[in-house]
C-alpha cells in the first residue's frame, strides 16, 4: 500500500512539473492529491503528536515566510503580490510542510528554492516566458530526491 502512494506521489510530481513548465499553470486537485498522500505517508511514519507538531511549525513558518515575500513585494518591488509569486507556489510550500518532519522539510525547502534558482539561471535563454515555475522546479527536485533516495536508501526522510 505504501509503495503505490509513494509512486502516485512521484508522479503526481512529475505531473506538476510538466505542467508548471509548459503551461504555468497546475491544477489545484494535483496539490490537493499531492497533499493528502504526502500527509498520509508522513502520518504513517509518525506518532499522531509529533505529526501535528512537525505540521503546526512547517505552516506556522511558511506563513511566516509568505508575510515576508508580501512585506518585500509590497515595499521593495511595488508591485502586486500575485504578481510576484503564484498561489501554485504557496501551494507546492503547504504540501511540503504537511509532508515532512520539520528538519526535513527545511533542508528540503532551502534546497529545492536553491535548486529552483540554479536550474532556471541555466534554462532561462530556452523560455518562452520568463517567469520562475517555481513549483514546478520544486516538484522535479524532489521527485528527483525521493527516487534517487529509494534507488540508494541515504536517509530515511521521515526520521530525522
Do not use: H
Not at 513558518?61 to 508591485?79: A, C, D, G, R, S
Not at 510550500?93 to 532556471?120: D, E, G
Amino acid at each position: 500500500m505504501l509503495v503505490v502512494l509513494k509512486i502516485i506521489y512521484t508522479t503526481v510530481l512529475g505531473i506538476i512539473s510538466y505542467q508548471d513548465l509548459k503551461e504555468r499553470k497546475v491544477t489545484v486537485l494535483l496539490f490537493l492529491l499531492l497533499a493528502l498522500v504526502g500527509g498520509y505517508l508522513f502520518y504513517t511514519a509518525q506518532v499522531f503528536e509529533v505529526f501535528l507538531i512537525n505540521t503546526s511549525i512547517n505552516i506556522s513558518f511558511i506563513v511566516m515566510l509568505f508575510f515576508l515575500v508580501l512585506l518585500y513585494v509590497k515595499v521593495k518591488m511595488n508591485v502586486k503580490i500575485s504578481e510576484a509569486m503564484g498561489l501554485g507556489d504557496v501551494l507546492f510550500f503547504l504540501v511540503l510542510a504537511i509532508s515532512f518532519p520539520t528538519v526535513t522539510f527545511l533542508v528540503l525547502f532551502s534546497c529545492s528554492l536553491f535548486f529552483s534558482l540554479l536550474l532556471f539561471l541555466v534554462v532561462k535563454p530556452m523560455l518562452k516566458i520568463k517567469t520562475v515555475p517555481l513549483a514546478g522546479f520544486q516538484a522535479l527536485f524532489l521527485s528527483l530526491v525521493i527516487l534517487l533516495n529509494w534507488i540508494f536508501n541515504f536517509v530515511n526522510l521521515y526520521a530525522i
